[in-house]
């Protein structure tokens, strides 16, 4: 069983910063894309980042110049680096990854649970 836990989450003022990670424990071969979304109340969920194995990262337009995606991938972990935070960015944060759990099998996708990330004065 794979689980991806997010955390990092919080209660942070308009212009602050958070940090977010996802780490992925249990039985696997090697992780692919890893990416973030987010769910603000009333919203579908929207893709936040995109990073591949190799490290290239792409953003959703609104979040271009103040978040960064990283992965470590020594620690499977994924990072969500996001600075001047805005009230528009509250919302739940999500990590997906592709997970190839043996040689023979497909790239399979796993969600993480959300961390909640709220902007506010």
């Known amino acids: 069983q794979v689980q991806l836990v997010e955390s990092g989450g919080g209660l942070v003022q308009p212009g602050g910063s958070l940090r977010l990670s996802c780490a992925a424990s249990?039985?696997?071969?090697?992780?692919?894309?890893m990416e973030w979304y987010r769910q603000a109340p009333g919203k579908q969920r929207e893709l936040v980042a995109h990073i591949t194995t190799g490290s290239t990262a792409t953003y959703v337009d609104s979040v271009k110049g103040r978040f960064t995606i990283s992965r470590d991938n020594a620690k499977n972990t994924l990072y969500l680096q996001m600075n001047n935070l805005k009230p528009e960015d509250t919302a739940v944060y999500y990590c997906?990854?592709?997970?190839?759990?043996?040689?023979?099998?497909?790239?399979?996708?796993?969600w993480g649970q959300g961390t909640q990330v709220t902007v506010s004065s």
């Open positions: 997906k990854a592709d997970v190839r759990q043996a040689l023979i099998t497909s790239l399979v996708p796993y």
């Open positions: 249990g039985r696997f071969l090697s992780l692919g894309k």
